[in-house]
């Protein structure tokens, strides 16, 4: 840019006149009650105000960046030069200048005092044909926090003009925001020249909304950025966090642990096919596949799905944070998305997500039944069933299903060799203690706990002999080998005869 020397001689003579001013108006009539503070004053003050609310947004020189220098009227001295690390360059006649940390307009008028010695009144311009690479660093609830550079588009040729990198994508560079993230409270921060530190917190949540910022987003080099955990997770800006193309990418495969009331509880890797899942076939619409996303059902899916003791209305997630290590701990309720369809409680997964399914204290038999058909339920759990029944063996019953189901899965009672009376069920527990139990049947009965209670995967339904059978088989073990010698021997008789 061009120097300012020439326009010192206009500069000073407005400044005079407005010194002046308020010595004039202070002077004349009826100026007592007027009360003229100094213009440096009021200048001062509203420079002040406006720092404290924005970044400065002017570009200084540094090393990388490719300048044209041009002397009116002295070609030969005219060149473009390549800023070196430390800022300075060689130019010729005055040797070694600094440009480091200057405007362009500071650095013509600072080349223009050292020319100022060989000619007369040298009209320098300073212009930016390609600027240095931009290197800020971004930490906080992003993927992959750290240093990044970031290339400016523009300055060159005929058009000087440079487009700097946005905070959207340094974001991006970062591989984007986490699910645990605020970006109400997003916070840059800018070197000062002379030294220090100035800040600005964004919301990028308005912007998205309204497609307005207070302030310009741009970075300039040395910028940091902080993006901070969220106090309290919205569900439902959560998930609308999720499909902003500056936050991490919701298909990326991640690793996710699943405890309590679940047929397989362990960890995890969730991905964006159904593959993984056992047993489901891929919905689709408009050609393409909805079960793509890394979401809390899928996940209770992939692990087998809840058990008959679960309680949905309470699962909580523990989310592990990157600002302040903490946990965030997320409260979901699935009933209501079973009940009332509400999408937001089927939350978005990340990568380090601990899912827990509380143990119901009550169960409804209503509810117990409406939860076997959906899919958070296994698709079918194993019971077996032993003893006086006609098809003895492991059965495969829908979940949630009572005591009658399993027994009829197995063809039922063996006629009169059967107990119909009471059965026993044996249950292994999840802390490894077996729970053995007698229970009186009534297959008339409904759901209960008392006759025909909901059984658990794994549990074994053993079926007693009835008194008839207790009597009969001892008998037939001792009349069997006599039985046998007489049928022999009525044999042999037959064939002498």
């Given at each position: 840019m061009l120097n300012t020397g020439l326009l010192k001689f206009i500069t000073q003579q407005f400044v005079?006149?407005?010194?002046?001013?308020?010595?004039?108006?202070?002077?004349?009539?009826g100026s007592s009650q007027i009360k003229a503070l100094p213009l440096n004053v009021e200048l001062n003050k509203l420079t002040?105000?406006?720092?404290?609310?924005?970044?400065?947004?002017?570009?200084?020189?540094?090393?990388?960046?490719?300048?044209?220098?041009?002397?009116?009227?002295?070609?030969?001295?005219?060149?473009?030069?390549?800023?070196?690390?430390?800022?300075?360059?060689?130019?010729?006649?005055?040797?070694?200048?600094?440009?480091?940390?200057?405007?362009?307009?500071?650095?013509?008028?600072?080349?223009?005092?050292?020319?100022?010695?060989?000619?007369?009144?040298?009209l320098i311009s300073v212009n930016l044909l390609s600027s240095r690479p931009i290197n800020v660093?971004?930490?906080?609830?992003?993927?992959?926090?750290?240093?990044?550079?970031?290339?400016?588009?523009?300055?060159?040729?005929?058009?000087?003009?440079?487009?700097?990198?946005?905070?959207?994508?340094?974001?991006?560079?970062?591989?984007?925001?986490?699910?645990?993230?605020?970006?109400?409270?997003?916070?840059?921060?800018r070197k000062v020249r002379g030294g220090g530190r100035r800040e600005v917190t964004l919301n990028l949540e308005e912007w998205v909304s309204t497609g307005q910022l207070p302030q310009d987003i741009t970075l300039r080099d040395g910028d940091s950025i902080f993006v901070p955990t969220a106090d309290k997770l919205d569900l439902a800006s959560a998930r609308n966090l999720a499909a902003l193309n500056f936050a991490a990418s919701p298909t990326a495969a991640r690793t996710v642990a699943v405890v309590g009331e679940i047929v397989r509880p362990g960890s995890y890797l969730v991905t964006s096919s159904v593959d993984n899942i056992p047993n489901r076939t891929a919905q689709t619409g408009g050609g393409v596949a909805v079960a793509n996303l890394p979401t809390l059902t899928r996940v209770i899916q992939q692990a087998g799905g809840i058990t008959s003791q679960a309680n949905i209305r309470k699962v909580t997630i523990r989310r592990p944070t990157k600002s302040?290590?903490?946990?965030?701990?997320?409260?979901?309720?699935?009933?209501?998305?079973?009940?009332?369809?509400?999408?937001?409680?089927?939350?978005?997964?990340?990568?380090?997500?601990?899912?827990?399914?509380?143990?119901?204290?009550?169960?409804?038999?209503?509810?117990?039944?409406?939860?076997?058909?959906?899919?958070?339920s296994a698709e079918k759990i194993n019971v077996g069933v032993v003893g006086e029944?006609?098809?003895?063996?492991?059965?495969?019953?829908?979940?949630?299903?009572?005591?009658?189901?399993?027994?009829?899965?197995?063809?039922?009672?063996?006629?009169?060799?059967?107990?119909?009376?009471?059965?026993?069920?044996?249950?292994?527990?999840?802390?490894?203690?077996?729970?053995k139990r007698k229970i009186k049947v009534d297959l008339s009965a409904g759901i209960n706990e008392q006759t025909n209670p909901i059984l658990h995967n794994d549990d074994v339904v053993l079926v007693g002999r009835s008194n008839v059978a207790k009597v009969t088989d001892p008998l037939r073990l001792i009349l069997g080998p006599v039985s046998g010698a007489i049928n022999i021997a009525r044999f042999l008789f037959d064939n002498d005869n």
């Open positions: 005079g006149i407005m010194v002046l001013l308020p010595i004039i108006f202070s002077s004349s009539p002040k105000s406006t720092q404290q609310k924005k970044l400065d947004r002017v570009y200084t020189l540094g090393g990388g960046d490719r300048v044209r220098i041009n002397i009116f009227e002295v070609p030969e001295y005219t060149g473009e030069y390549q800023i070196p690390p430390g800022g300075k360059i060689n130019l010729p006649l005055v040797g070694s200048i600094t440009l480091e940390g200057l405007t362009t307009e500071e650095a013509a008028d600072e080349i223009a005092k050292r020319y100022a010695r060989f000619l007369k009144r040298p660093f971004v930490s906080g609830e992003v993927t992959r926090p750290g240093s990044y550079t970031l290339i400016p588009q523009g300055g060159a040729g005929e058009n000087p003009g440079v487009q700097y990198p946005t905070i959207l994508a340094a974001l991006t560079s970062a591989e984007g925001v986490t699910m645990a993230s605020d970006i109400t409270r997003v916070v840059v921060r302040n290590g903490k946990i965030q701990t997320i409260d979901v309720n699935l009933w209501e998305l079973l009940q009332s369809g509400d999408i937001n409680q089927d939350v978005i997964l990340q990568n380090g997500d601990t899912i827990f399914i509380p143990t119901a204290t009550e169960i409804n038999s209503a509810e117990a039944t409406q939860l076997s058909i959906t899919t958070l029944v006609k098809k003895p063996g492991k059965v495969q019953i829908n979940p949630n299903s009572p005591l009658n189901a399993a027994i009829l899965a197995a063809g039922g009672f063996n006629d009169s060799r059967a107990k119909r009376v009471t059965v026993t069920m044996v249950r292994l527990n999840p802390n490894g203690s077996v729970t």
